[in-house]
């Protein structure tokens, strides 16, 4: 055999191997297909009788027959869909009553399956329908190293108020992407009392790496009972914690607040300055303005800008400061007046946020 015949053999292996996969590809799809044309009619079913249900025209049970006779991913997916749209204490009898189905049994236990998949599923039932029986089992999928799992489970701090579930999503926090921590913080802002309370604690540990973190998370909540944490937190060692300080006092219109702001008006860190004016403007404290009108000629392009935005929340005397500014000696005071005061109001607000 030549050499020419053997690549002549590889490549018809290949195409018929292409096109194998292409029958597979096509035959999936149509078994996909006639399995969902002959479970359509219960789904169809199972939506009416869930109608009737939260209008009290039918009992439980017939809604938990219709579930029984779904295939699991579909009866899961109809209770995702249906949680959302049912009050909760509507919805709570039904969750306690699946306990008993023999179906539901089976997805609690894939909590502890060896494929992601059905952890998956059964974060997500967990999400729609978790008891309080049930928290031991969230507690694993929430530290599961599937990012689809922890990311499913954590929204079963919906249904279950567990300072154990609570904890480990708040740990969990710092270590994850922006996106996944908005949708995490979120979830934990849904039980913000126990929140406040651990994050009053882990806000003391000055060495823990995603200190950061949980002061963004903490300045987010706008809660009155984290003020003088924060504010403790301006004196901290590492500038990104001060950062996080400064921009989340501007919330609180204290004292103690407002001397923190003005110590870190004057911090080595151009970031921090930059929040702590912005903070200020926040506040807009009549006996901060001559600091604010000093921030404009700070050597930073970055506090300058704060500086000049944070004038505008000042109301007239900031403007007056403003257009003072905007015919002074300094040339890169008088740059930045301008830029401010050619700003349209709506642009003003977006920026000033």
Do not use: C
């Not at 219709?66 to 295939?71: G, K, T, V, Y």
């Not at 300072?163 to 913000?192: I, N």
């Not at 914690?241 to 989340?248: E, F, I, L, P, T």
């Not at 004016?277 to 600091?291: E, F, K, N, Q, S």
């Amino acid at each position: 055999m030549t050499g020419r015949h053997f690549l002549a053999v590889v490549a018809l292996a290949q195409g018929a191997l292409l096109v194998a996969l292409i029958i597979l590809i096509v035959l999936n799809r149509w078994f996909r297909l006639r399995r969902l044309a002959r479970v359509h009619p219960r789904v169809v079913a199972l939506n009416a009788a869930m109608q009737r249900w939260v209008l009290g025209a039918v009992d439980l049970g017939t809604v938990l027959a219709h579930l029984a006779r779904l295939p699991t991913p579909l009866a899961v997916d109809a209770l995702v869909s249906w949680s959302a749209r049912v009050p909760g204490d509507r919805w709570r009898p039904l969750a306690a009553a699946l306990r008993g189905q023999a179906w539901a049994r089976i997805v609690r236990s894939n909590a502890a399956s060896g494929r992601w998949w059905k952890r998956l599923e059964t974060a997500r039932f967990f999400a729609a329908a978790a008891t309080p029986e049930d928290a031991p089992r969230v507690l694993k999928l929430l530290n599961d190293g599937n990012p689809a799992v922890h990311i499913a489970a954590v929204g079963t701090l919906e249904r279950l108020e567990s300072a154990a579930l609570t904890t480990a999503a708040l740990e969990r926090l710092p270590r994850l992407a922006s996106t996944v921590g908005a949708y995490y913080a979120g979830m934990l802002r849904r039980s913000r009392p126990l929140v406040v309370q651990l994050l009053l604690k882990m806000l003391q540990r000055n060495d823990d790496p995603a200190l950061p973190r949980l002061a963004e998370f903490a300045g987010r909540l706008n809660e009155p009972a984290l003020r003088e944490r924060l504010t403790a937190l301006g004196a901290h060692p590492d500038p990104e914690v001060r950062v996080q300080a400064a921009r989340s006092l501007g919330a609180f219109p204290h004292a103690e607040s407002i001397a923190a702001l003005r110590r870190l008006a004057g911090d080595a860190a151009w970031a921090v300055r930059a929040q702590a004016v912005r903070a200020l403007g926040m506040i807009a404290d009549p006996a901060t303005l001559a600091l604010v009108r000093h921030a404009l000629r700070d050597p930073e392009w970055w506090v300058r800008i704060r500086a000049g935005l944070a004038l505008t929340r000042f109301g007239p005397p900031g403007r007056d400061i403003l257009l003072q500014d905007e015919v002074g000696a300094d040339q890169g005071t008088r740059d930045m007046a301008r830029l401010v005061l050619g700003l349209s109001p709506q642009a003003l607000a977006e920026y000033a946020a």
